[in-house]
T-cell receptor, first 115, second 107 residues
């Protein structure tokens, strides 16, 4: 089946630094990728929709200058958390929509801890 | 190997015809099992979190149950508006998502 690889799986960083998370569709093309944030015991929150070759669409309340999304190819999207603060600590999850049948496949998540 | 398998892949029901969706999992150190509903073009909408075997949660026509190997999402007397893809995810050290069950409820 289709596989979405998300790296790193875990990252610890100091407050004020930037962290980049990669989401790759390994064996299919994904015109559209999604980025989510999971709070403990809470729902998955859609942060932004990333379309290959164009600017990402951010959900209301998500700071686009803080969460930079780049979708430079049909198999790779990146999320950069800039000037991270402790309140940015969370699980970040990506998903990729298979272009030909629009089926959605998820990455395994990245646990970000900002000290 | 940790993984999540959902079945069936697709399900068509008549309005009022109750049924169950299955989510089988193998994971070390289960921290939670999540059910989501996803409508086309939208992000997953949270339904339930289950933490331990024997736990059950209900919301309107939906009821989720959990054992040590699987979870069931029971849909009682479904309506056309229940048509969606239902996703199951398991949290261990990482998140493992199933590929979803596409439910169609026919009036």
């Amino acid at each position: 089946g289709a596989v979405v690889s998300q790296h790193p799986s875990r990252v610890i960083c100091k407050s004020g630094t930037s962290v980049k998370i990669e989401c790759r569709s390994l064996d299919f093309q994904a015109t559209t990728m999604f980025w989510y944030r999971q709070f403990p015991k809470q729902s998955l929150m859609l942060m932004a929709t990333s379309n290959e070759g164009s600017k990402a669409t951010y959900e209301q309340g998500v700071e686009k200058d803080k969460f930079l999304i780049n979708h430079a190819s049909l198999t790779l999207s990146t999320l950069t958390v800039t000037s991270a603060h402790p309140e940015d600590s969370s699980f970040y999850i990506c998903s990729a929509r298979q272009t030909w049948n629009e089926k959605l496949f998820f990455g395994s998540g990245t646990q970000l801890s900002v000290l | 190997e940790d993984q999540v398998t959902q079945s069936p892949e697709a399900l068509r029901l008549q309005e009022g015809e109750s049924s169950s969706l299955n989510c089988s999992y193998t994971v070390s150190g289960l921290r939670g099992l999540f059910w989501y509903r996803q409508d086309p073009g939208k992000g997953p909408e949270f339904l339930f979190t289950l933490y331990s075997a024997g736990e059950e949660k209900e919301k309107e026509r939906l009821k989720a149950t959990l054992t040590k190997k699987e979870s069931f999402l029971h849909i009682t007397a479904p309506k056309p508006e229940d048509s969606a893809t239902y996703l199951c995810a398991v949290q261990g050290d990482q998140f493992y998502f199933g590929t979803g069950t596409s439910l169609t409820v026919i009036p």
